[in-house]
């Protein structure tokens, strides 16, 4: 019970529990609150991306910090021999992480026995506080040179002569841990090297495989929000009251669910959001992400989705250029989506509800409440009079005829949609 508490501020977020956080709410109903983490959980990470939590990054790392060699292979002895004497050689100590109590004695032995000369120690949450307390002093001490521990050792630690980690199945822990568990070593000038080894010939369920391949990939400095993200994609965000803290809304899907929330604090925020007006387009183009350009599911989904979400030509236009940058010449069925998506933008800002292709005459028609001036059209634009055909005055529906062929037929909408904005 606090007298008159105005600040509570909260450290490695995503070691807390729901009921834990249950109790946090009920102290911070009028508290400020400033949570801390490297790697902030599905939950609260989509919170602050929604707009219910504000979200601060410093993604500066210290002086002379070298990223972490990151490497996912099988487990070996001779391997792990081998990174073992490396550190040892260069004066260096280990952290070889076992996350099994009942076997992590058996595991210190066989590594003793590769290591007669060698001082290893055992640590683990099992054992009494004192003891634990003076293994870790005498390891941080240098008395010796390899720990074996569970995931114990995740958050904490600061030894800058800890500069190699071996995780023991490293396909058991979740992304976030092993984000931290990494973290241990490199908190000096020397490189550093982390094993992530899995039992051999075992099979690696395929969201496993996902999070050994992020943290593999992530390895610069301040890639923990990027590692959240990764997180947030595989495990699902979770609801936002209750016990469930990660996971997908089953009931209305997660894209209609963002939606929902971001309309709801948009109304809590007394914002004002203007609804995306629907324009229909029913052309007979190959317009698609195809998986020779993007293999990979996810991220197919992703740009979809930024494609369907950008509100301005700039958007698609910054798009554009990062997807030729990541994935190279952009394919014509790709630069058919992105010229589909600049209709959609043209149309919208015109108050054009529906383009349909009938052939080589596409129909365009225009929404009740839109000012468009029909004789200034028909005027002003290039096109000419005779390929243009005004059918109705109410709604105000137009027919263009295309000519040449069907490949021009994107080129000629645009063209013809930009100037009509300039009309």
Do not use: W
């Not at 790392?61 to 004497?85: H, L, M, N």
């Not at 982390?194 to 495989?209: C, N």
């Not at 002003?380 to 295309?402: C, E, H, M, Q």
């Amino acid at each position: 019970r606090f007298n008159d508490l105005g600040l509570m501020v909260i450290d490695e977020e995503q070691r807390f529990g729901v009921n834990q956080k249950e109790k946090m709410k009920q102290l911070r109903l009028n508290v400020d609150v400033l949570s801390m983490t490297a790697t902030p959980i599905p939950r609260t990470l989509h919170l602050s991306l929604a707009g219910t939590r504000d979200l601060s990054i410093i993604d500066t790392p210290p002086e002379d910090r070298y990223p972490v060699q990151t490497y996912v292979v099988e487990y070996s002895e001779s391997q792990v021999r081998e990174a073992i004497q490396r550190e040892l050689n260069r004066q260096g100590q280990v952290y070889f992480v076992f996350n099994r109590v009942d076997r992590i004695d058996a595991m210190a032995e066989n590594i003793q026995r590769m290591f007669p000369d060698v001082s290893i120690a055992v640590g683990h949450g099992q054992m009494p506080e004192t003891l634990l307390e003076r293994i870790m002093a005498d390891f941080q001490a240098g008395k010796y040179q390899v720990l074996v521990s569970t995931t114990i050792i995740e958050a904490g630690l600061d030894i800058p002569n800890v500069n190699t980690l071996i995780v023991y199945e490293a396909d058991r822990l979740g992304l976030a841990q092993l984000y931290q568990i990494r973290g241990r070593v490199g908190r000096s000038n020397r490189p550093a090297y982390a094993f992530l080894t899995y039992r051999k010939d075992k099979i690696v369920s395929e969201i496993a495989q996902k999070r050994l391949k992020a943290i593999k990939e992530f390895t610069e400095l301040g890639s923990g929000f990027k590692i959240a993200l990764r997180d947030l994609e595989i495990r699902g965000a979770g609801n936002i009251l209750g016990a469930e803290q990660h996971g997908f809304m089953a009931a209305i899907g997660f894209d209609l669910y963002c939606r929902l929330l971001e309309q709801a604090v948009a109304e809590l925020k007394n914002e004002r959001r203007e609804e995306k007006k629907s324009v229909r387009l029913d052309l007979q183009i190959s317009a698609y992400i195809p998986a020779s350009y993007i293999p990979s599911q996810d991220q197919k989904v992703d740009i979809y989705q930024r494609i369907y979400s950008s509100d301005s030509l700039e958007d698609l236009q910054d798009l554009k250029e990062e997807l030729a940058d990541r994935y190279g010449s952009l394919v014509t069925p790709v630069q058919n989506l992105l010229a589909i998506a600049e209709l959609r933008v043209l149309s919208r800002e015109l108050g054009i509800e529906f383009i349909q292709q009938q052939k080589k005459t596409v129909r365009l028609q225009f929404s009740a409440t839109t000012h468009v001036n029909c004789a200034q059209i028909v005027e002003a634009l290039p096109f000419g009079a005779d390929r243009i055909a005004v059918t109705s005055d109410k709604p105000l529906i137009l027919k263009i005829r295309i000519e040449h062929n069907l490949e021009t037929l994107l080129a000629e909408l645009r063209l013809f949609l930009k100037e009509l904005a300039v009309v």
